[in-house]
């Protein structure tokens, strides 16, 4: 991605972040609440959040139990942010990286994503997200 290109997704993400303590806590509540019902009962499972950002969903999803939780965004700052909470992410394209974990995960999820890539990326980056999931993943 082009230094331009991720500054402006930088600053995309920081604006729609929590920034208090109460925020966070209220924010991953409420993707919790969200996901309840679709999410894998089965919490070793390998699950995959692309487009992580500093890995909000992520902490909520380890904080559940969900062991196998790691994410993969394309922007260096926000994974290493992530990445110093101790999570497990991986800072690349999301194509690429579905391409290389065939039949991986129980899960992925994208939040607030393909709007963000470009549109001939779109419908491959779907294709692959079903590559990556497991028999009967989600």
């Excluded at 729609?16 to 993707?31: F, G, I, Q």
């Excluded at 994974?79 to 800072?91: H, I, S």
Aim: charged content about 30%.
């Amino acid at each position: 991605m082009n230094r331009e290109r991720a500054l402006n997704y930088e600053r995309y993400y920081r604006r729609w972040k929590p920034e208090t303590p109460e925020a966070e806590r209220s924010a991953k509540k409420h993707v919790m609440e969200g996901l309840s019902g679709l999410l894998p009962p089965d919490k070793s499972l390998p699950l995959l959040d692309m487009g992580c950002g500093s890995g909000l969903i992520l902490e909520a999803l380890v904080q559940e139990g969900y062991r196998g939780a790691e994410g993969v965004d394309r922007c260096e700052a926000l994974v290493r942010e992530a990445q110093a909470k101790g999570l497990k992410v991986t800072g690349q394209e999301v194509l690429p990286f579905l391409l290389s974990h065939e039949g991986e995960f129980g899960a992925v999820l994208a939040f607030d994503l393909l709007e963000h890539l470009p549109r001939e990326e779109q419908i491959p980056v779907v294709e692959a997200v079903k590559e990556a999931l497991r028999p009967g993943g989600v």
